[in-house]
């Protein structure tokens, strides 16, 4: 697990203690016994497994705007990427993880238990039904996700979860300026802005790590997200 605190370094980000480097230890063990009987990630070399998944997800630690949020949520957060590490280097942010697969979400209900985690819940369904739940509903400071759905559709999915003046941090891969361009009117309609885009230099990954910010202007209108399937099928 050294070679975490070499690629936070790398990121300009304070390294981890040791105890949060023995969660990480623990949550591959974890991990890599139950991909044997489920389909929880195509990477199963270690060192892979912490440059391409941990790494990845940490190389957000340190903005502002996420060293400020109280509450975050993750989603389609599969394994737990990038949820679960950024809740291992924020101990106290309130982590929520949502996904749509229950057996996803009983796997991460055991990392949860594992490693003792606090202040986190994981939950079982689709974007599109939990944000029109007002428990849910514009509640988060900083929504994450990664490898979910095209733009357009993850926008629908995500920007009714945050508060106004709150970030949408996606994670994107080398196509993510003909993403934008598809994505104008999804942020018209959903009051949304893209405030940045920048690449990160993760160690020891050949990869195009792309990170964008949207920051949430205005209110959502209650008609989105639309039903369940809409956003996928007919995206704005
Ligand atoms: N974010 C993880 C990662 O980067 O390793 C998992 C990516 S996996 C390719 C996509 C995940 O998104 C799946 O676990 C799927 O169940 C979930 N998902 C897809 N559509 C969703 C929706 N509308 N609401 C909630 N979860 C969704």
Known sequence: MKVLNEGLK????????????????????????YNQFMNLTRITDIDEIIVEHFLDSLSIVGMPILESAQEIMDIGTGAGFPGIPIKIYYPNKHMTLLDSQKKKVEFLDEVIDTLNLERIEAIHGRAEDIARD????????????RAVAPLPVLLEYAIPFLKVGGCFISYKGPNVYREIDKAQRAMEVLGAELIDVEEMEILNSNKTHMILKIDKTTKTDSRYPRRSGKPKKSPL
Request: hydrophobic letters at 40%.
């Open 134 to 145: 007002i428990k849910y509903r514009e509640k988060y400071d900083v929504v994450v996700s």
């Open 10 to 33: 790398k990121l300009g980000v304070l390294p981890l203690d040791e105890r949060q480097l023995d969660m990480f230890k623990k949550y591959t063990q974890i991990l890599l016994h």
